[in-house]
Structure formats: C-alpha cells, structure tokens
C-alpha cells in the first residue's frame, strides 16, 4: 500500500501536477482520481484542500480529504483574498462569533485541543494575526471574554 499526500484547490483538480505526475506511475487511471477528487472536495471550492491517495496493491484506492486551514476557512466566510498587512493594527473583515465556532466544529478532529471551546480559542488567534474582528472587537478581547465566562461557547 501506498499512501500519496496532495494539496489540492477544492472542487478544480486536474491530471496536470500536482496530480499527473504523482498518480501516473503509480498505474491508477489519473481521470478516476482526480473525478474522485473533485466530487469529495467541491465543498471547498477555491480553497487549498488537503488530500490522501491511498493506493492498495490492487491498484485500486481510497481518498481521505482534510480540512483546509482556518485561515482559509476565515477568507471564504469573510469572501477576503488575504489578510492585513499590519494585524493588531488594520482590520481587513469582521466576522461573526457564530462563524468562528462553525470553522472550529469542521476543524475540532484535527486540533490538539480537548474541547470546543479550545478551538475557538486556537481560530480566535488565527484573527489576531489576520487582521479580523470578531463581532466588531479585537479577536484578543473576545478570548478574554470567553476566558472570564462573559461568552459560553457550548460543548456539543
């Protein structure tokens, strides 16, 4: 078994690199995997996607797809082509709280934190080097908030 790691953008792969050239020798059909591909991740369209080609002896093969970064996940929800230059400094969006805790249900399986809560708190400081508000404040004060138990985050 084979296991080829990809980073695709979501929903557009083609059999040019960084596919092609990686599926070809392995003798699977590049068309099939890269339909595969595209149906597993149109969900993400436009954003970098994460994907495992896993090859079994039989040349047959399975797909696991990640979850694109929270960055990513912040620019799609906020339609934004990159974050601010000067973060702390210059805000390029503002994003609802609401927002903030969907991106950290898609991305609870992959953090290293325990609860919900530690996620929103790990997306939270991906808006302070962004250049995001959250809710019209400073990503850091709303990290304070939740700390102090102003804002529930609830575990689901």
Known sequence: MQVVEVLVTGGQATPGPPLGPVIGPLGLNVKQVVDKINEATKEYAGLSVPVKIIVKEDR???IE???????????????????SANPGKEFVGNIKLEQIIKIAKMKRNKSLSYSLKGVVKEALGTCVSMGVSVDGKNPKEVTREIEEGKIEIPED
């Open 65 to 83: 797809v990640g979850v694109p970064p929270v960055s990513a996940l912040i620019k799609r929800e906020l339609k934004l082509e990159k974050g």
């Open 60 to 62: 047959s093969f399975e």
